[in-house]
């Protein structure tokens, strides 16, 4: 897919979430071209190239993908930035609930049959989901809590109270925030392969499929490919 076409697209994710593509730096070409600097080759076509590539990959030589860097702007709950941020490699910025108010939706809300049950055997996960009757019952009372410490936030702003102090009355794991991620392809390609595995938490992992889908994937065919091959699967 050609660079223009990737730069400004946006993917919905989760019930009010998004992913963009603000900025891309090179391509799959750019990491053959890094590798054959070493010695001060060039592009050989693609076939010479394409193997190249699946030869770095395939050895863990990792430095030519640190030539392609993607930047995104994403809107997640902070459920999904405690786990985020855990990936230092990323470069990051955030909008600031001190200087931007917050809106009455800017909530994650679970749908009634989403509520997952915890693991019995693994503190780090679910397990299994509660019934749509009970469901039900949370997601209203997590709508209700979600009411209520907004109609406080915006009583203390009306108040004159600081925004820095008025929005203890959110509800911290569920607001949403609007952040700046940049990050190289090899380490974003560690990041995938955390966050996409089937017991990732849902809330990040449905983000991290996104960004694989529907931009790393068209920005770099052939990394994808090779990246699917010998590190998802785990061929030789």
Known sequence: MARSDLIGKRV????????????????DNAIVAAARTSFLGESKGPEKDKKLLFYLMRHR??????????KFRVRAPVVTWWQWVRHRTFSFNAQSGRYTPF????????????WRRQSPSNKQASEGLLSPEEGARFSE?????YEEGYRLYRAALDAGVAREQARLF?????V?????AKIDAHNLM???????????QYEIRVYAQAIYEHFFKPALPWTAEAFE???LRGEE
Request: aromatic fraction near 16%.
């Open 12 to 27: 919905a994710v989760l019930d009010k979430g998004w992913v963009e593509l603000q900025d891309l730096m090179g391509d």
């Open 61 to 70: 030589h990792t430095t030519p993908f640190e030539m392609v860097e993607f």
């Open 103 to 114: 809106d009455e939706d800017d909530f994650y809300l679970v749908e009634a049959d989403a």
């Open 141 to 145: 009372a997590l709508q209700r809590h």
């Open 170 to 174: 959110l509800a911290g794991f569920g």
């Open 176 to 180: 949403y925030y609007t952040w700046v």
């Open 190 to 200: 560690h990041f995938l392969k955390l966050r996409m595995a089937p017991d990732a």
């Open 229 to 231: 091959q010998f590190v």
